[in-house]
């Protein structure tokens, strides 16, 4: 039987074909309705300090949100990776002192002030992939379930529908997400009445979608 990183390593490669099968303009629409919905939550309009990640080419680009968190004035930090495993929150005024990092990831200087997790409203959160009860397959780093596990504020997950998972395998240290943003909006674990749209029981908070962005059909049951 293989060990559960096996299987989270098989799940890895399965959720990022999926990923690569998008098409150009499929992925834009669905970065534009994500985006979308995370702007209209409560969490969002509430927030002063927002701590969000630099999405890679095989991710959700969220430029156009951190670049959003500017322009409302709110304070905005990135991901600053310092040793293996570790990360920082660190303030940056302007995407443009970005520049490419590990793993190929857009970071701040390593002068730009650190932010401590107990400063940081909301926290929008990078997966590989999710399941129906808020665990997150990450990329292997251990980076945000080690950030998750001291961070006490709110968080966000951000997933394409395609990547929800009916199941992901855990381990003691993975931390759950309870809320997650889809192309159809903030929908938060194990609460309310299924929808029966969905894959998973999960309860929407309905927010209108973008104009542009027509529904994706459900895959079959």
């Known amino acids: 039987m293989d060990t559960i990183q096996q299987q989270k390593e098989a799940l890895r490669r399965e959720l990022a074909a999926a990923e690569r099968a998008m098409m150009p303009e499929e992925k ?12 209209n939550t409560q969490e969002y309009r509430l927030a002063r300090t927002v701590f969000a990640f630099v999405g890679r080419a095989d991710e959700i680009d969220t430029r156009p949100l951190l670049e959003q968190i ?28 970005l520049h490419p990092g590990a793993y190929g990831i857009s970071e701040p200087p390593d002068n730009a002030p650190t932010v401590p ?9 990078p997966c590989a992939g999710a399941a129906a009860d808020g ?6 780093g251990g980076y945000y379930d080690r950030f998750l596990a001291r961070y006490t ?5 951000l997933c394409r529908e395609r990547l929800l998972c009916p199941d992901i ?41 973008p104009p542009e962005w027509p529904c994706p059909p459900r895959p079959p049951s």
């Open 28 to 39: 834009r629409l669905s970065d534009s309705a994500i985006l979308h919905h995370v702007l």
């Open 70 to 97: 500017l322009r409302d004035g709110k304070r905005l930090c990135v991901p600053l990776c310092t040793s293996p495993g570790v990360m920082e929150c660190r303030e940056v005024p302007d995407l443009a002192v």
């Open 117 to 125: 997790p107990e400063c940081v409203d909301l926290a929008i959160i």
């Open 135 to 140: 665990r997150r397959l990450g990329r292997g």
């Open 153 to 157: 504020g709110d968080a966000l997950l």
């Open 169 to 209: 395998p855990q381990e003691t240290h993975d931390i759950r997400v309870p809320a997650v943003v889809t192309e159809r909006g903030r929908q938060e674990w194990g609460k309310g009445i299924p929808d029966r749209g969905c894959l998973f029981p999960i309860c929407s908070v309905p927010v209108p979608l």
